[in-house]
């Protein structure tokens, strides 16, 4: 009679241990697929949106009306390409489209700046025929502060 009951007890504590580890394991996978974007690509492209803007913020002192304005035109830009992701040079003619825009919500100091950051991002990533700036280790031009800081 005490062997019969040991046993119900372990077989009580099993199938109870088994219900936890199933309940615990459904509850994590619905908690990690609530974490997961629908669409990693375009979630990390909004991250790369927001980092954009506010290092264009910090280096260009914009104002927040310039700094929502200039993240309205990177969103769009961002869709345009998205839209047209199959068509050869999507790519740059949103960038720009995108830069011209940004240029008109700029006073003449800001757009100054940001054609010395767009003239670095040319040299760094768009090639250049003088074989020293492809090689020189690239410096960003001055922030807000005049420091000058390397990548």
């Known amino acids: 009679m005490k062997a019969v009951l ?3 007890i372990i077989a009580c504590f099993a199938v109870v ?3 936890s580890a199933f309940i615990g394991a459904a509850l994590t996978w619905r908690w990690a697929r609530q974490q997961t974007p629908a669409n990693p690509v375009q979630a990390a492209s909004a991250d790369v949106n927001d980092l954009y803007v506010s290092h264009l913020k910090s280096y260009l002192n914009l104002t927040d009306e ?3 304005r200039v993240g309205a035109l990177s969103r769009k830009a961002r869709a345009d390409v ?3 992701s199959g068509e050869l040079g999507a790519f740059t003619e949103a960038r720009r489209r995108m830069q011209a825009d940004i240029r008109a919500v700029l006073n003449d100091e800001q ?3 940001f054609e010395r950051l767009n ?3 040319q040299r760094v990533w768009g090639g250049t025929s003088d074989s020293r700036a492809a090689t020189a280790k690239p410096s960003m031009p001055p922030d807000a502060t005049g420091k000058r800081t390397n990548p």
């Open 82 to 84: 998205q839209s047209k």
């Open 111 to 113: 757009a100054a700046r």
């Open 6 to 8: 040991r046993w119900k």
């Open 66 to 68: 310039q700094t929502a």
């Open 17 to 19: 241990s088994l219900a």
């Open 119 to 121: 003239a670095l991002r």
